[in-house]
């Protein structure tokens, strides 16, 4: 069992049963539509955090057609881009193990700055014999600036997707030898 002077300090690999990115996106203007994408890898080395989900592995609970939708140019152009990454160029830990992590977040082969919040558990024993933290963080963007822009006009005005998407990223961190 190791253990680590920093709770920064080390290498961390996502583990992939227990980590997932997921978004959250207003529907029809009143839904709340959500979503996973499950194949995700992600490092914590020495504060720098890395990660890619792969877009084929979203997990919308809806038919088929519609799935091959959200992969199309419409959405991910998944056959062209087939991951989201992050690369962290900060990240801040917070004396109440709140986090801020600032970095740039490419979807579709378009990069942009995005800062991201929430909570760091710092780096314990498991019952397996390894060492585990724990990242969950929270942001929102705008779908439109990585050019995911379909739309549909609702009857009453307005749209039937809304631009502003709430990410969460969930990391179960296990310390690498």
Do not use: C
């Given at each position: 069992?190791?253990?680590?002077?920093?709770?920064?300090?080390?290498?961390?690999?996502?583990?992939?049963?227990?980590?997932?990115?997921?978004?959250?996106?207003?529907?029809?203007?009143?839904?709340?539509?959500?979503?996973?994408?499950d194949?995700v890898?992600?490092?914590?080395?020495?504060?720098k955090?890395?990660?890619?989900?792969?877009?084929?592995?979203?997990?919308?609970?809806?038919?088929?057609?519609?799935?091959?939708?959200?992969?199309?140019?419409?959405?991910?152009?998944?056959?062209?881009h087939?991951?989201?990454?992050?690369?962290?160029?900060?990240?801040?830990?917070?004396?109440?193990?709140?986090?801020?992590?600032?970095?740039?977040?490419?979807?579709?082969?378009?990069?942009?700055?995005?800062?991201?919040?929430?909570?760091?558990?710092?780096?314990?024993?498991?019952?397996?014999?390894?060492?585990?933290?724990?990242?969950?963080?929270?942001?929102?963007?705008?779908?439109?600036?990585?050019?995911?822009?379909?739309?549909?006009?609702?009857?009453?005005?307005?749209?039937?997707?809304?631009?502003k998407?709430?990410?969460?990223?969930?990391?179960?961190?296990?310390?690498?030898?």
């Amino acid at each position: 069992m190791s253990t680590t002077a920093s709770p920064l300090a080390g290498t961390f690999n996502a583990d992939p049963v227990h980590s997932n990115f997921a978004f959250a996106v207003r529907y029809q203007g009143v839904s709340l539509f959500k979503g996973t994408l499950d194949a995700v890898e992600a490092t914590l080395t020495d504060g720098k955090l890395e990660g890619k989900a792969q877009v084929e592995s979203i997990s919308i609970r809806t038919p088929e057609q519609f799935r091959a939708h959200v992969l199309s140019d419409d959405f991910f152009a998944a056959d062209k881009h087939p991951e989201i990454t992050f690369v962290s160029t900060g990240f801040d830990v917070a004396g109440d193990n709140t986090v801020e992590v600032t970095g740039d977040l490419t979807i579709k082969g378009i990069t942009k700055p995005v800062t991201a919040k929430g909570t760091w558990v710092a780096p314990a024993p498991d019952a397996f014999g390894n060492t585990r933290a724990h990242l969950n963080l929270e942001t929102e963007i705008d779908r439109t600036e990585w050019e995911i822009n379909w739309n549909a006009p609702l009857p009453s005005g307005g749209v039937a997707l809304a631009n502003k998407v709430t990410l969460t990223i969930e990391l179960a961190l296990v310390e690498q030898a």
